[in-house]
């Protein structure tokens, strides 16, 4: 269910049939083995009012945790370009030896980063991460150079620097891959699909003449495929855009 939950046209599409099909068994079915007689109509409204209170209460719930994670997501990721731009200017402190080819990876890993947060090819990102895991290891050796060179505070403090460029990525890492529980949206789609039935089956019109039915449906796939737009860092049309590494490349390229 993760992976169908990360692409929403594809979610929007089968929630919307799925739900249709919903109300289509509560209008053509359920009503003629169990008609709903005057008397049971009082009752039947409270159930049906209870049950989309709830569908709605938990829509909003996840929309809010969708959203929170999405802000979660964008202030890592300028806090990534800060640790890169800072450890950058305090490259300057290293001697010649060294300042040249720190700044040239932390260029360099930089556009990586960058890139990573743009592609949303499978097979590239697994070869930007390669890319990525070994260029840390370098930007750790050179850190260790400078600590051995430098065995000073100016030195423990570019140390400190580069510990934090690669927290950094991890922290953001660690953010992507968040998401809503499988099982809140089981839940969602379980309550949603009751929903719908209880809609066709409390309906007083003919199916084919009411375009009343379609409202639900199609106002709930709209509601959960936002939400899996939110929370899908690479599918739909909703991603954290990485100003803040794009601005910190134009600033170190001038």
């Not at 039947?44 to 209870?50: I, R």
């Not at 709209?222 to 100003?243: K, N, T, Y």
Request: net charge neutral.
């Amino acid at each position: 269910m993760a992976a169908f939950v990360d692409h929403p046209a594809v979610l929007f599409v089968v929630l919307l049939l799925g739900f249709i099909a919903a109300v289509a068994l509560g209008a053509l079915v359920l009503r003629r083995v169990v008609p709903l007689s005057d008397e049971a109509r009082d009752e039947f409204n409270v159930v049906q009012t209870s049950t989309l209170t709830l569908l709605a209460l938990l829509i909003g719930f996840s929309l809010s945790m969708a959203v929170s994670r999405y802000d979660q997501r964008k202030t890592l990721e300028e806090s990534e370009a800060n640790a890169i731009g800072t450890e950058y200017a305090r490259a300057d402190l290293t001697n010649a030896a060294i300042r040249a080819q720190l700044k040239s990876e932390l260029l360099r890993y930089a556009r990586l980063r960058l890139t990573h947060f743009q592609t949303r090819d499978s097979q590239e990102l697994a070869r930007i991460d390669r890319d990525t895991s070994k260029l840390q290891s370098d930007l750790w050796l050179l850190a260790i150079e400078v600590a051995k060179n430098q065995p000073t505070p100016i030195g423990a403090t570019v140390v400190t620097g580069m510990n934090d460029v690669l927290n950094s990525q991890d922290y953001s890492e660690a953010a992507r891959i968040n998401h809503i529980p499988v099982g809140a949206w089981f839940l969602m789609f379980t309550i949603a699909f009751i929903a719908c039935v209880v809609q066709g089956y409390g309906g007083r019109g003919k199916l084919r003449t009411g375009l009343l039915f379609t409202i639900l449906p199609l106002t709930i796939s709209l509601s959960l495929a936002l939400i899996s737009d939110v929370d899908s860092p690479r599918g739909g049309l909703i991603h954290v855009q990485p100003q803040n590494l794009n601005r910190l490349l134009q600033s170190l390229a001038m």
